[in-house]
């Protein structure tokens, strides 16, 4: 693999923001909690990386106060059972602005969510298996949440990514939909 290395396309996303406007994207998008974790972890950057784990206690141990999102999140599902499965699948979609009415494709849910996540990798860390089917020349983005309607309490939420390492948070009740585009509408 050193004398001949494998490219692999890189595919870039577009994230739209109300505020911030437009940003590529190419591993992952939090909203809710990880970000929360992720922004609330500089606070302790002497630590390392030991710093995330810091934060997610301390935000876990919160919780519901810190991380109670109500939303409407809309997303078009992939279309082939076999997307999940690494193939490869061509689809191209009109972005959406915030105040345009959705079409009949669109899926739409509504609640208090803890935390939603778009991923196209693997890992979304160095030791945070979080979908290891994920491919990054794979087309498609993966959107978890995590709805207080199906996570009661914080000691759920903390089960869930202290297995994170093992995989073993796949057999959570956690929405995970394949798609190719999303949208978040806080309320």
Not at 138 to 164: C, G, Q, S
Request: proline share 5%.
């Amino acid at each position: 693999m050193a004398a001949r290395p494998r490219y692999i396309p890189l595919r870039l996303y577009n994230v739209e923001t109300q505020y911030d406007g437009t940003r590529s994207m190419f591993m992952s998008a939090n909203w809710g909690l990880i970000a929360d974790i992720d922004l609330g972890s500089e606070r302790f950057r002497w630590a390392g990386m030991i710093r995330l784990h810091i934060e997610a206690v301390l935000r876990i141990a919160e919780l519901p106060r810190v991380a109670t999102y109500r939303a409407r999140i809309s997303y078009i599902p992939a279309q082939c059972k076999a997307t999940s499965r690494n193939t490869m699948l061509r689809f191209n979609c009109d972005r959406k602005l915030f105040d345009q009415p959705l079409g009949d494709s669109w899926q739409t849910v509504e609640g208090n969510f803890v935390m939603a996540n778009v991923s196209t990798l693997s890992h979304l860390g160095s030791d945070i298996p979080f979908l290891p089917s994920a491919r990054l020349d794979e087309p498609t983005m993966y959107l978890t949440l995590i709805d207080w309607n199906t996570i009661k309490t914080r000691f759920h939420v903390a089960h869930l990514f202290v297995f994170m390492e093992s995989s073993q948070h796949l057999a959570h009740p956690c929405m995970q939909v394949p798609t190719h585009i999303f949208l978040v509408v806080r309320r």
